[in-house]
């Protein structure tokens, strides 16, 4: 199967399993999906059925035990360990269900700091105060996360994730702890991302009613792919 020039991410075949005391366990079973740039893809399906462990082999944080993931041509299976983090470090940003917010930062100190994490040199002044405006905290960015609700605290992990560029966004149920009126404005704003700064997002969720939210929709039960639809 070759590389196809209109997916930023491809799932070729992804199989993951892990040795447990049991013996093993097939979480993946040759996944197979194609995501074109700039769409927000959600990854649905109940707790248990595979989706963290896909996000995180499509994140280079973990490996598939067969099959492999292909981003903007590059076959990730084939990288070295530093070839892996730079690619996380330079191409993708995540957004996890726990926030994990530096507490004796500010959010401008937050996002400032994950810019030096990726090594983007210059002033970063301009693109911290640009990604916090954009996520509707351009009031509000120099307050501490203990000062800020949950949903402001989860808008600047994803100004601290869109802060350095890169070009796909992996959030891992960024949704799970805020009230449903919370979730949709999140979940608005990574449309908008999406149209506006033409980032991919891949985003899991169990949460039925954000489920039609995105413009493709991929379904996992027990490891196994069992949808991959376009929304019209």
């Known amino acids: 199967m070759g590389e196809n020039a209109n997916y930023i991410i491809e799932i070729q075949n992804v199989g993951r399993t892990f040795n447990t005391a049991s013996g093993p ?3 993946l079973k040759s996944v197979n999906a194609g995501i074109p ?3 927000l893809t959600i990854l649905k399906g109940r707790s248990g059925s595979g989706k963290t462990t896909l996000l995180n082999i499509v994140g280079a944080l973990d490996q598939p035990t067969t099959g492999r993931v292909i981003i903007e041509g590059q076959d990730v299976s084939r990288l070295n360990d530093y070839q892996r983090e730079t690619l996380r470090r330079k191409k993708i940003g995540f957004v996890f269900q726990s926030v994990s917010l530096i507490p004796t930062m500010n959010a401008f100190q937050n996002v400032e700091f994950s810019m030096r994490m990726a090594g983007v ?4 002044r301009k693109r911290v105060e640009e ?7 351009g009031s509000r960015m120099h307050h501490m996360p203990s000062e800020m609700s949950g949903g402001e605290q989860q808008r600047v992990a994803i100004a601290r994730a869109i802060a350095h560029g890169p070009s796909i966004i992996l959030a891992d149920e960024p949704t799970a702890e805020l009230d449903s009126a919370m979730a949709a404005e999140v979940t608005k704003l990574f449309q ?3 149209k506006k700064e033409h980032i ?3 985003m899991t969720t169990h949460d039925v009613g954000l489920m039609d939210a995105g413009d ?3 379904e996992l039960e027990n490891g196994v792919q069992i949808s991959q639809n376009a929304e019209a």
């Not at 040199?121 to 970063?124: L, R, S, V």
């Not at 990604?131 to 905290?137: D, E, N, Q, S, T």
């Open 25 to 27: 366990f097939q979480a």
């Open 37 to 39: 740039e700039g769409v």
């Open 121 to 124: 040199k210059g002033d970063h």
């Open 131 to 137: 990604c916090l405006k954009m996520v509707g905290l």
């Open 192 to 194: 908008e991302m999406t």
């Open 200 to 202: 991919t997002i891949v």
């Open 216 to 218: 493709m929709v991929i």
